[in-house]
């Protein structure tokens, strides 16, 4: 039994320090494998650096600054974000935990972009990573370049406002020239055709709106009929001017010409009526054409031109000589090629009537720019005081006025036309057309104004001979008033045969 006990006492002798030993070595294996992973991390963490704002970053922080993703265009307030960067990072000071960086970028959005440069973008650590402190740039004249056209939309409300409901046909940009057209097709029982709404590009403002061009707007084309028998058609306008000699709407209508704006044709053609000519006046017999405005104004003028020449009048407009430099100086003047003896007759009216101060034409002639002043006179020139002329060139002066005036309306916005149309309307005109007749001329000013002039008088050398009145009175008597009566209804209605 003794035997035993020592045998198993050695037994346990050899066997616990085996188990003893494996788990100490388990032991020290797990306190090693986690003393190395703090190790590991304790090295990581001791050399690695809080990550930098990357280019990526800098892009989407300028991104959210409204002092860099908005631009005051003009009356506008543009928006653009950062597309491109070209970014170089360097230390502003031995802080390590502030940085700054010097940015190239450019800004577009998706009509216009601008090229920036020298933004100093600054970070600051804050909860262990870099946030946007501050952006700021030396950019401060900046130039908007279009990469698209201008706003299709923006196009669109103009055109409506002027000629009702359109149909988008076509956008022309040509952003090297910067010009960009936006054509739209009319619908509607008067057009036929497209308008386009003309932007240019400005570097400060970006597409600015310069004009509607209607060139390739037509109106549809009208039929010559009689109505109550005198002939009409829709597509042509007849208009009578009266020129009254004298202020404040008193005296004779010594101008009378009648302007058809053919839109079958694209003409306009002025007829110049001589006060002088022999007609019946309505309800008064036969008298001097300018006795009808004596008798019954403008209403009675339209009414002996209209039943002598067989033709319909739609409107009047009737000016003295204080609205017609109104015009004239609303304009801005008007360029009219004068002989020398022409501008000696205005300079000698000018000074005649204590009218110096309003400045004196160049005795040599020539194409001379025509104050209001300056102008009437002109257009009153009919000879005198050693000077040329009658009352045949005093209407050829007229129609050449008259052409001058269309030359300058050229130049104007349909905007700028319907002021000028209001305020002369105010200032003592006599006339039938309505508001909506003259938003109408307005209009289609661009296009109206783009048409060839035609003109004669009424007679011309070779239709008439001196007559004379009962009562003595020295009298225009037309040789052949039919064939006269005729010719003036075919230049009118050219679809008469």
Known sequence: MSENLKHN??????????????????????VAAIVAIVGVVIVNNSSKEISKPTEKQIIKDLNSLPTITKVKAGNRELEFEVTKADVSREKISDDKETYSFRAAVV????????????????????????????????????????????DKSN?????????????????????????????????????????????????????????LDASKLGFKKGVTHKENGLYTNSAVKNVLFLGVDGYEGA??????????????????KLTSFMRDNWFNIPGYGTDKLNAAFAYGGAELTVKTIS??????????????????????????????????DEAGYVNWQLRKNGQSGYGLLKDSGGVQHLNGHQALWFCRDRG???????????????????QSIAKSFRNLTPGKLLKLIYTVKK???????????????????????????????????????????????????????????????????????
Do not use: H
């Not at 006492?9 to 797990?30: D, G, M, R």
């Not at 909506?436 to 296009?447: E, I, Q």
């Open 155 to 211: 196009a669109e409300k103009r055109v409506k406002r002027v000629y009702g409901d359109v149909k988008f046909a076509a956008q022309d940009t040509d952003l090297e020239k910067g010009i960009d057209r936006i054509s739209f097709k009319l619908s509607g029982d008067e057009y036929d055709g497209t308008v386009a709404a003309v932007y240019r590009m400005n570097s400060k403002k970006g597409w600015v709106f310069r004009r």
């Open 251 to 268: 005296g004779r209508s010594d101008v009378m010409m009648l302007v058809s704006i053919d839109n079958n044709t694209g003409k306009i």
């Open 384 to 402: 005198g005081n050693g000077f040329s002329g009658d009352d045949f060139m005093r209407t050829g002066r007229q129609r050449r006025v008259v």
């Open 9 to 30: 006492s050695k037994n346990e002798n050899k066997s616990f320090p085996k188990k003893k030993l494996a788990i100490i070595c388990a032991v020290v294996a797990v």
């Open 427 to 497: 200032d003592n005109v006599n006339t039938d057309l309505s508001k909506s007749d003259l938003v109408w001329y307005a209009k289609n000013s661009s296009k109206l104004l783009s048409y060839k002039f035609m003109e004669r008088c009424v007679p011309q050398d070779g239709e008439w001979q001196a007559g004379w009145s009962d009562g003595g009175a020295w009298i225009i008597d037309l040789n052949d008033f039919e064939g006269l009566k005729s010719d003036i209804q075919k230049m009118i209605y050219e679809d008469l045969k």
């Open 107 to 150: 800004r577009e959005n998706k009509t216009y972009s601008i090229a920036a440069v020298d933004y100093e973008v600054v970070y600051k650590l804050s909860e262990k990573q870099y946030k946007l402190n501050s952006a700021s740039t030396s950019v401060e004249d900046f130039e908007l370049t279009a990469i698209a056209g201008a």
């Open 307 to 340: 039943q002598t020449f067989g033709v319909k009048i739609d409107n009047y407009a009737q000016v003295d000589f204080t609205t017609f430099r109104n015009i004239i100086n609303a304009l801005g003047g008007v360029d009219v090629d004068i002989t020398a």
